[in-house]
């Protein structure tokens, strides 16, 4: 047998689990780049554990459905998986951050040409789902009784085989309940992947633990904010500055080579961008560069 891969037991060490596949497994992992951390050694599919560029955080790769698992019981510190995992295994687990990405929504759904119309007309049905922990709970607390038949992906197939009345599963583009012919009862609730940790990491290890959620959460900041850079007559600054937002409104420089002219700096939405330009030459700014952020740190 291999040896397990022990902790490090010095409190200024930590584990984060991430997803090793699926399809939040590449927001993640690119998450976990741009947040600094960067993985060392490259972090392949097949890697179980992969050193960062801070020597105290390692990163396990976990299926994200043993991920709260691994967090609960300390395995690892921190974990990154959906919030629908969590709640799945009712793990305990302190939610840190919502990282606002792998969005989905789990329904329950019945076919096309169903009776169906409420999920109190469920009562004796055969539930076909992926989630049997949040299935079970969900029909129990609006009391009615259903038969929960637990499988491990392509849920929606199980109405035609004969297998379920209805389904408990996941969607968010909705092309794949289309598809099968199937259409939403309830919605049951939304999930989104989310930072986690474990309650006695967070008392023993929570500097370590407070440096990488501020990593993480400075992308989140970041993310679809860009930066504004100009030059602008001293005559025309009124004006510019009106147009201009900014984090704690615009920076204003002296230019070195010419006491007329003033260099203007703003933080503004990706989204503002295309109109905020046109406006800004208007008013008298020019050499305009806009530019990406990577991180803010409020
Ligand atoms: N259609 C979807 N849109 C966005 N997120 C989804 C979707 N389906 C699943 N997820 C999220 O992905 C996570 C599940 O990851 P999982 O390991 O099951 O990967 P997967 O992409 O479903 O791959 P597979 O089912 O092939 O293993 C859950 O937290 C879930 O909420
Ligand atoms: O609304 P949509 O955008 O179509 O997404 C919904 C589908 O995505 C997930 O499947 P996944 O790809 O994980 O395959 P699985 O069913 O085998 O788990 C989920 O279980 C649905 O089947
Ligand atoms: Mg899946």
Redesign the pocket.
Known sequence: MSKPVSRNPDPAFIRLAI?N????AGPVHELIEKSGLHLADGGGERRLIARTRDPHVEILFA???DIPEYVATGVADLGI?????VLERGSEVKELLDLQT???TLVVAVPEESAVESITDLDGARVATEFPGITRAFFAEHGVAVTVVTVG?ACEATPHLGIADAIVD????GTTLRTNHLRVVREILT?T?ILVANPRSLEIRHEKIDEVVLALDSVLQAKGQCYLMMNVHRSALAGVREILPGLSGPTVMDVASDENLVAVHAVVNEERVYQLINQLKRAGAKDILVMPIERIIR
Do not use: N
């Open positions: 997803p596949k699926g399809r939040i299926r994200p459905i998986t959906g919030k629908d995992m792998g969005r989905a992906g996941l969607t968010s583009s999930s992947t």
